[in-house]
């Protein structure tokens, strides 16, 4: 049996894939947690796992950060991400960190199974609709994209507040306080060198960020 740990803060996602485990019939629930904190605190404590399921945004320490954590402890333990975001850049940042797949909670229940047996028996998987993105992207000649240099915490702010979103709602969003948002921002604002809002609507638009 494959012995999965799931790591979401969201309890319908939780309990839909265990129904799906059912299911599968060589998948076991073996644990759950609910914020970055306590998967560091489960691994720690906690025996073998074939394979984490990793929801990226979570209360506290999540995404990127919470992966290179992980593997601070884990080595070789399968991460596979579950995330909301369909991005080909937000893929290449949480496998550049040491996850070892990635899809987005949009997929049909074919590539979900399919993603959980290969990542458990040592495989890699990407979503296929950004593994295709991946196969035709075009090279992009010198540095990287300018929001590569944030942080995940700070990417995730930059796009809130490109939505439209206050600082009030961000922090109720990412469970962090207000002073927490404002700080993310304005470190944000300077490694863009953004001297407006305006300014930071207008960059994420130009490079599809927001819907």
């Not at 995404?63 to 893929?91: C, D, F, W, Y």
């Not at 993105?133 to 490109?162: N, T, Y």
Request: overall charge negative; aromatic content about 4%; glycine content about 6%.
């Amino acid at each position: 049996m494959i012995k999965v740990l799931i790591a979401d803060d969201h309890l319908v996602v939780r309990a839909g894939l265990t129904q799906l485990f059912s299911l599968m019939g060589d998948v076991t629930l073996a644990g759950e947690a609910t914020d970055g904190n306590e998967v560091l605190e489960i691994l720690k404590q906690t025996g073998h796992y074939d394979l984490l399921m990793l929801d990226l945004t979570m209360p506290g320490i999540s995404g990127v950060n919470l992966i290179t954590h992980i593997r601070a402890l884990n080595k070789s333990l399968p991460i596979l991400v579950l995330s909301m975001h369909n991005e080909l850049q937000v893929a290449k940042r949480v496998l550049h960190a040491g996850a070892t797949g990635f899809i987005t909670k949009g997929c049909n229940q074919e590539t979900l199974i399919a993603a959980i047996r290969k990542v458990a028996t040592g495989g890699h998987f990407i979503d296929p609709v950004l593994a295709e993105q991946m196969m035709f992207e075009r090279p992009v000649s010198g540095e990287d994209v300018p929001h590569d240099r944030l942080s995940d915490r700070e990417l995730h702010i930059l796009k809130h507040i490109a939505e439209g979103k206050t600082v009030n709602e961000i922090a109720d969003i990412l469970f962090i306080s207000n002073k927490t948002v404002s700080t993310h921002k304005a470190r944000l604002m300077d490694k863009m060198n953004f001297q407006s809002t305006a300014e930071l609507v207008r960059y994420a638009a130009e490079h599809a960020l927001v819907e």
